[in-house]
């Protein structure tokens, strides 16, 4: 069964930058496209940014120019670069490989002064 793990999550000032971080094990890594969501309180889980096996990315309009998407297939690991922080990106964000429907367990990243 895949495995997800999160990391990265905190505490930020506005304006500030986070990366987060989500290891995958027990599958073959670079073969699966990734995927980061969020879920705020009292809203729906929203797609955050995906990127493919081959390395292209995709971006929700509300992060575009301040979020970035990689991945690093050595180490079985996805990132999500957070920068120029809002208090609306406070939520739980998650990773997830959307072809297998699996989800990690949410690193929580509140955005306040």
């Known amino acids: 069964q895949v495995q997800l793990v999160e990391s990265g999550g905190g505490l930020v000032q506005p304006g500030g930058s986070l990366r987060l971080s989500c290891t995958v094990s027990?599958?073959?890594?670079?073969?699966?496209?990734m995927a980061w969501y969020r879920q705020a309180p009292g809203k729906q889980r929203e797609l955050v940014a995906s990127i493919i096996s081959g390395g292209s990315t995709n971006y929700a309009d509300s992060v575009k120019g301040r979020f970035t998407i990689s991945r690093d297939n050595a180490k079985n690991t996805v990132y999500l670069q957070m920068n120029s922080l809002k208090p609306e990106d406070t939520a739980v964000y998650y990773c997830?490989?959307?072809?297998?429907?699996?989800w990690g367990q949410g690193t929580q990243v509140t955005v306040s002064s």
């Open positions: 027990r599958i073959i890594f670079s073969r699966y496209a």
């Open positions: 997830k490989v959307p072809s297998l429907g699996s």
